[in-house]
């Protein structure tokens, strides 16, 4: 049974950091592609992290780079996303994504919530 489970969210001030796992069970993790999305209320879902199956490459949506990292550990099957000088604008559940070949799996999300 192919499961991803975030984990690692909550509440944060303006300005904080806080670090996201996505943990996966139920395929070859080491094969896919990871993603990280985010949707704040009444807005679509917004891709902004990536990394490939090795991790040797990532890439970024304007609004996090030089703030987020996303990085991954293929021994443990999970991705990680260190996220700095986080905005109150960032307030949304957090997704991660497992892509390879015609397979995309999602996990249930995690609430960070931005607020002083």
């Known amino acids: 049974q192919v499961q991803l489970v975030e984990s690692g969210g909550g509440l944060v001030q303006p300005g904080g950091s806080l670090r996201l796992s996505c943990a996966a069970s139920?395929?070859?993790?080491?094969?896919?592609?990871m993603s990280w999305y985010r949707q704040a209320p009444g807005k679509e879902r917004e891709l902004f992290a990536s990394?490939?199956?090795?991790?040797?490459?990532?890439n970024y949506a304007d609004s996090v780079k030089g703030r987020f990292t996303v990085s991954r550990d293929n021994a443990k099957n999970t991705v990680y996303l260190q996220m700095n000088s986080l905005k109150p604008e960032e307030t949304a559940v957090y997704y991660c994504?497992?892509?390879?070949?015609?397979?995309?799996?999602w996990g249930q999300g995690t609430q960070v919530t931005v607020s002083s």
């Open positions: 994504e497992a892509w390879g070949g015609l397979k995309v799996y």
């Open positions: 139920g395929f070859t993790f080491s094969t896919y592609g």
């Open positions: 990394i490939s199956k090795t991790g040797s490459s990532t």
